[in-house]
């Protein structure tokens, strides 16, 4: 389902930062963990962050110490702060509520392969230049 909003995406140089933000809108009865996913056109979508429900957090390989992601439960917000961006980052960053029996959440392993069963959000375009 789409029922989040993802709002900060931008162009930037590499070694620049950007902060993304999700508005999330989920039951977080049923969900296992906030993520964002990354997708190139004409690739697969690829986990880049997860908070478990219970505060656990991950990320892929390729972004762990330069991304940090963050979960304000008081606004229901998800964000994710990107340093030191590479243009190998670029593309459209998915915010995603996945739930239980919807995907995993741990390190390099971030997948929501269950698509309806998890709410996703539209994107919001990130694009790093040299």
């Known amino acids: 389902q789409v029922r989040l909003q993802e709002s900060g995406g931008g162009s930037v140089q590499a070694g620049g930062s950007l902060r993304l933000s999700c508005a999330a809108n989920v039951n977080a009865d049923n969900t296992y963990c906030m993520a964002w996913f990354r997708q190139v056109r004409g690739k697969d979508r690829e986990g880049v962050a997860a908070i478990d429900s219970d505060g656990t957090i991950s990320y892929r390989d390729s972004v762990k110490g330069r991304f940090i992601i963050s979960q304000d439960n008081a606004k229901n917000t998800l964000h994710l702060q990107m340093n030191n961006l590479k243009p190998e980052d670029t593309a459209m960053y998915i915010c995603?509520?996945?739930?239980?029996?919807?995907?995993?959440?741990?390190?390099?392993?971030?997948?929501?392969?269950?698509?309806?069963?998890?709410?996703w959000g539209l994107g919001t375009q990130v694009t790093v230049s040299l």
């Open positions: 995603a509520a996945v739930a239980y029996g919807g995907g995993y959440c741990y390190d390099d392993h971030i997948t929501a392969d269950d698509y309806e069963l998890n709410t």
